[in-house]
């Protein structure tokens, strides 16, 4: 006795093709690639005008951004894969604050990096010039590892009270992100920067940065 062909809807026509394997509903869930996040770059870490704190702004006189630099051919900076430095002019055409990103092979080259220059490559340390660490106090740094100082003459005594220079190294992953702010007079002289507007823009560097790897 022959059997009677069953009418397939549309429906379950749908659903046998999900069940094997093939096809997509009309309607569901498409799959999406891979977020940008996943895959960050050291131009997407550098930081924009708008989002430097307009404290920084005002004390610093700040006009224009500066054309990045960035890793040329094979010159090896420090066993980076890939080097960017972000800085801003103020008014008489100095530039007293940058962003510096180093972007190494692993996570591990970068913390052993983050360990080899605590302080970066940006200030040259003589006899009358020291690195004082300062405490990440009050501030919630997304970092793996963090560390925040000033960099002063030693003839200051107590530097901290008229931080001249300040600077930050950042570990994110396979990422370091250096800040660094300094005033300067009318003689290229360093005046003092008050604390809490260096840790405004190390706090609007980290907020950038850890929402662009993901944390």
């Known amino acids: 006795m022959a059997m009677k062909a069953r009418r397939v809807t549309g429906a379950t026509a749908i659903l046998l093709a999900l069940i094997s394997g093939c096809g997509t509903a009309t309607g569901g869930v498409v799959p999406q690639p891979p977020s940008a996040k996943s895959n960050p770059t050291v131009d997407k870490l550098l930081l924009s005008f708008d989002e430097i704190p307009k404290v920084v702004v005002s004390q610093l006189m700040l006009g224009s951004q500066n054309p990045d630099v960035?890793?040329?051919?094979?010159?090896?900076?420090?066993?980076?894969?890939?080097?960017?430095?972000?800085?801003?002019?103020d008014r008489d055409g100095r530039h007293p604050i940058a962003q510096v990103i180093y972007q190494f092979p692993t996570a591990e080259a970068a913390a052993s990096d983050y360990l080899k220059r605590p302080y970066g490559g940006k200030f040259n340390f003589d006899e009358g010039i020291q690195a004082t660490v300062i405490e990440n106090t009050g501030m919630e740094i997304k970092a793996e590892s963090a560390r925040l100082f000033c960099v002063a003459p030693k003839r200051l005594g107590n530097p901290l009270k008229n931080c001249p220079q300040w600077g930050s190294r950042a570990q994110y992953g396979k990422f370091i992100v250096d800040t660094f702010i300094?005033?300067?007079?009318?003689?290229r002289d360093y005046i003092p920067v008050p604390e809490e507007t260096f840790r405004s823009l190390v706090a609007a560097v980290d907020r950038h940065v850890a929402t662009q790897v993901g944390d």
């Open 70 to 89: 960035q890793k040329l051919g094979t010159l090896d900076l420090y066993g980076s894969s890939a080097y960017r430095l972000r800085s801003w002019s």
């Open 182 to 187: 300094r005033r300067f007079d009318g003689r």
